[in-house]
């Protein structure tokens, strides 16, 4: 993670394009060649950054309450990874904003961002698949096909929700405006879109279980 810090910090204050591998390793106190052991290019040494961003959420709708419904785990979730000084300190935030918004403008960064979504993707739908058979995971002795292809599309819509929220919100870009003219954080952001969630047949996926 040392190396990962060192990278978003040179990436925020001077630029992607100004900042070169070597620089990176300098800054973590490593040689180059031991950077290069760990990361191909200089764009996937804020991948572990981007990860533990996602796996915060998906970890924070799995220690929900047991009572909560899906959409409202999910939007526990939000509420305690995406508001600024709750699950991540406000210090983190100031670059983590802009981190996030030089993905819209560099290729390479953004594939970095892509695959960390499609993996916390992942993970939400075993988190998800979790709640939803009430940690009974097993059917008849054998494992429930977390990955069938409702389970997945309510992972991926989920995921889209959060996801497109933070990418608004890091790019300024964002829709919509609290009372008094001040723009939406993230939460609320993601909080918004989540509410589509709502209607969405949660009751259906786990009474399929016994189809399977």
Request: proline share 6%.
């Amino acid at each position: 993670m040392v190396i990962a810090r060192a990278a978003a910090g040179l990436f925020v204050r001077h630029g992607l394009r100004a900042t070169r591998a070597e620089d990176i390793a300098q800054s973590a106190g490593i040689a180059p060649r031991t950077f290069y052991r760990y990361f191909a290019t200089k764009e996937e040494a804020v991948a572990p950054l981007y990860a533990a961003g996602a796996e915060r959420w998906a970890e924070a709708v799995r220690a929900a309450p047991p009572a909560l419904s899906v959409p409202e785990a999910l939007e526990h979730g939000v509420r305690h990874t995406l508001t600024p000084g709750v699950g991540v300190s406000m210090n983190s935030w100031t670059w983590l904003r802009p981190l996030i918004g030089l993905a819209e403008s560099s290729p390479a960064l953004r594939r970095v961002w892509a695959e960390v979504c499609q993996t916390s993707e992942r993970t939400l739908g075993e988190v998800l698949a979790e709640r939803i058979t009430k940690g009974d995971t097993t059917l008849a002795g054998r494992p429930l096909p977390v990955t069938s292809p409702q389970l997945r599309f309510a992972a991926a819509v989920a995921s889209a929700a959060v996801r497109t929220a933070v990418e608004g919100w890091a790019s300024g870009e964002a829709e919509g405006e609290k009372e008094g003219g001040s723009a939406a954080g993230p939460a609320e952001l993601a909080l918004r879109n989540l509410r589509a969630l709502r209607s969405f047949p949660w009751a259906e996926l786990g009474a399929a279980r016994g189809a399977l």
